[in-house]
């Protein structure tokens, strides 16, 4: 049974940091790209950070130079650190893990509240 569980989210205020991990379990982890996705209320999905198993990483505009992935494949764990942070990054941070086209597994999700 795959599971992803992430952990590490709350309340920071405007300037603030916090760092997400996402444990990961029933999954060969050094295979799979892992990748850190937000939803804010009324939106969609949209990806954040993505690494892959060669440590090649990916970030969308809006958190390059903010937010880093990282990825320990001794302890199937992959972590956003999230610094500077602005009260639109407020949102459900979900892990992910994907190989290919077809596999493909969510976390359940973690609560981040910037306040201004």
């Known amino acids: 049974q795959v599971q992803l569980v992430e952990s590490g989210g709350g309340l920071v205020q405007a300037g603030g940091s916090l760092r997400l991990s996402c444990a990961a379990s029933?999954?060969?982890?050094?295979?799979?790209?892992m990748g850190w996705y937000h939803q804010a209320p009324g939106k969609q999905r949209e990806l954040v950070a993505l690494?892959?198993?060669?440590?090649?990483?990916n970030y969308d505009a809006s958190v390059k130079g903010r937010f880093t992935i990282s990825r320990d494949n001794a302890k199937s764990t992959v972590y956003l650190q999230m610094n500077s942070l602005k009260p639109e990054d407020t949102a459900v941070y979900y892990c992910?893990?994907?190989?290919?086209?077809?596999?493909?597994?969510w976390g359940q999700g973690t609560q981040v509240t910037v306040s201004s």
């Open positions: 992910n893990a994907h190989l290919g086209r077809v596999t493909n597994y």
């Open positions: 029933g999954i060969i982890f050094r295979l799979y790209t």
């Open positions: 690494i892959n198993p060669g440590g090649s990483t």
